[in-house]
């Protein structure tokens, strides 16, 4: 078995680690909009529940609380598929991380502004979508980038729930072939491989959605 | 009759009484220049105008009706007074037309080619529609002024009310913007105006209202003020103010 036929073998769980790391992203970014969008619409007696969850969350290693979600819950009587067991998990916790992310990035957008929209008649709501948030997002990219990146460098965990993701695929050939630094070096290839294509997509994201004067720092 | 008529009107924030008994009117189609010290409560007295800021007592009659009253539907009120901010306060992401057809669009309903019609015949009225696909931060801050008009132009208000709108230009922009807002003026637009810049106040109105410790402590002509005025603190104000002008 050559190099290339590794490479090829593993190819096989790319759809999948792909597939893990796009849902809890995404899971990750609206739990991330939902939190700091809340919190800044200051409603009453939430706040606690928000700063609770971002609290929480953050101090939980994703294993345990992926195993809490796939093993835990369906002892009581909720089974729970394995991809939505991660974004439950891992996507939950980039969440809380993303939020924080987006807390600072808020602190960026300036208050005039939001009094200028004030006096002009816009809600709350109007202000949070129309103004803050497309700011916000601009200002909090590379910290967003950096979450999604820790999503993927996560993503291996799905193995543990029967997702055949690329390292699932890299512990069957390895104890088939018994190659197993070859392997993982391929792996790490492929790893890389994805890293890139993210950041090459959400680097065009950004230069599109780029404005002039409000470039993150 | 006054569209605005501000009745004792008294603010507290903590303790410190930044409104001590405000009266001042203003008539449809009129301009009012209010200027004063620094600190002496010119922007909390326009952001209780448009419940930007709570007044603590007294009353705020816009068009006959209290707007100091808790029914009053705030969000109504605003789109009523044009807002013009001294930092421009104009919104970093969009584009000059997108800055003017936001509230258009998102307040008043209208569509996009509706908005971007009306944005566009204000933008003209200022000379700012060939700016129209720059972003606030590729303008000139007389420019962002002009920007900054538009936007509650287009709102239709029934007064524009300026916060020191020239204190972030140098002085010819100054000037560029102190003739726009005369000219708003001979196009019959009711306008408030707090100023520290007696050449703005002077060129605006032949009347001041000078705002001293929370309370309208004189409304004259420049001239009586500087020369004329029984109290030293008010004629030592505008002579100040006339010789760093």
Known sequence: MSFLDIVLQLIQGVNYTVLVTLTCSATGLVVGLIVVGLRRLSFPGLRFLLDSFTYIFRAIPVLVLLFMVYFGLPMSGLKVPPLLAMALSLGLIAGAYIAEVFRGALDLVDASEIIAAQSMGMSRLQILISIEFPQMIRFAFPGMVNEFTTVLKYSPFAYTVGIPEITKQAMNLASTTMRGIEIYFAVGILYFVIYRIFLAGLQLLERHYRVPGLEPK | ?245
């Open chain 2, 1 to 245: 009759m006054a569209l605005i008529e501000i009745n004792n009107l008294v603010k507290v924030f903590d303790k410190q009484t930044v409104l001590a008994g405000v009266n001042l009117s203003l008539v449809e189609g009129d301009v009012k220049v209010v200027m004063g010290p620094s600190g002496c409560g010119k922007s909390t007295l326009l952001r209780c105008l448009n419940r930007l800021i709570e007044p603590t007592s007294g009353t705020i009659i816009f068009r006959g009706e209290d707007i100091t009253k808790p029914e009053v539907d705030v969000r109504a009120l605003r789109q009523s007074i044009g807002f013009v901010f001294q930092q421009f306060a104009l919104y970093r992401h969009l584009t000059v037309l997108e800055n003017v057809t936001l509230a258009l669009r998102k307040i008043r309903g209208m569509s996009r080619s509706e908005a971007k019609e009306k944005a566009l015949h204000e933008l003209s009225r200022l000379d700012m529609a060939i700016h129209c696909d720059k972003y606030p931060s590729q303008i000139s801050g007389g420019q962002k002024q002009r920007v900054a008009l538009a936007r509650a132009l287009a709102m239709d208000p029934a007064v524009v009310v300026f916060d020191e709108p020239t204190s972030a230009l140098d002085p010819i922009m100054s000037r560029e913007v102190a003739m726009l807002i005369k000219n708003l003026h001979r196009d019959n637009v009711t306008i408030m105006c707090v100023t520290h810049d007696l050449l703005l106040g002077r060129y605006l109105s032949e009347r001041v209202a000078f705002l001293d410790h929370g309370i309208i402590k004189a409304e004259d002509t420049f001239e009586n003020l500087c020369n004329n005025h029984s109290d030293p603190q008010i004629r030592s104000f505008f002579e100040r103010e006339a010789s760093t002008s």
